[in-house]
T-cell receptor, first 112, second 115 residues
Framework: GDSVTQMEGPVTLSEEAFLTINCTYTATGYPSLFWYVQYPGEGLQLLLKATKADDKGSNKGFEATYRKETTSFHLEKGSVQVSDSAVYFCALLSGGYQKVTFGTGTKLQVIP | DAGVIQSPRHEVTEMGQEVTLRCKPISGHNSLFWYRQTMMRGLELLIYFNNNVPIDDSGMPEDRFSAKMPNASFSTLKIQPSEPRDSAVYFC?????????????FGAGSRLTVL
């Protein structure tokens, strides 16, 4: 079945540091890939997405590139801020119905 | 649009009691999902509906859990009887099934504590 593997957290970074959160997936066919973010006490919200190989999703300074050859969709940001502290979920959508498979989430803490 | 609306936001109940969680999806969305989030198990898909019809309920933990979607604007998740291990945050999400990448919109969640 479909699955998503994320790097274990928590990740602790100083403000303005470079961020990478690794994500790899297993799926049949050609899934769409997503990063969702969850701030404390809230539901998940879409951060960015990519629908086909070599697509780059971007939003709020975050980027991720759909790499079919390595089945990866790593999240990056050049300079993190304290306000980026949250839990980040990698996810994929495949199949005729809209079943989204989520990774386990990676908690990011940015310290001033 | 007000987004996906869930109620109650917090529920504390005693073991054995019935719990009903409610969800109003975004108007026009035709798919609805119920997720459960715990520290131990992360985010789990319990059930999802398309055009009010349950498509996959394989994630529902056991017969104590049931979900309904009587119309396009309302869904319930019921636990009867509740147990302490059901304590979790339950999220409802909705989306519009289309030819593109379907994005889920989540509600704020219902935090359930079973004593």
């Amino acid at each position: 079945g479909d699955s998503v593997t994320q790097m274990e957290g928590p990740v602790t970074l100083s403000e303005e540091a470079f961020l990478t959160i690794n994500c790899t997936y297993t799926a049949t066919g050609y899934p769409s890939l997503f990063w969702y973010v969850q701030y404390p006490g809230e539901g998940l919200q879409l951060l960015l997405k990519a629908t086909k190989a070599d697509d780059k999703g971007s939003n709020k300074g975050f980027e991720a590139t759909y790499r079919k050859e390595t089945t990866s969709f790593h999240l990056e940001k050049g300079s993190v801020q304290v306000s980026d502290s949250a839990v980040y979920f990698c996810a994929l959508l495949s199949g005729g119905y809209q079943k989204v498979t989520f990774g386990t989430g990676t908690k990011l803490q940015v310290i001033p | 649009d007000a987004g996906v609306i869930q109620s109650p936001r917090h529920e504390v109940t005693e073991m054995g009691q019935e719990v009903t969680l409610r969800c109003k999806p975004i108007s026009g969305h035709n798919s609805l999902f119920w997720y459960r989030q715990t520290m131990m198990r992360g985010l789990e898909l319990l059930i999802y509906f398309n055009n009010n019809v349950p498509i996959d309920d394989s994630g529902m933990p056991e017969d104590r859990f049931s979900a309904k979607m009587p119309n396009a604007s309302f869904s319930t998740l019921k636990i009867q009887p509740s147990e302490p291990r059901d304590s979790a945050v339950y999220f409802c999400a909705s989306s519009l099934k289309s030819s593109g990448a379907n994005v889920l919109t989540f509600g704020a969640g219902s935090r359930l504590t079973v004593l």
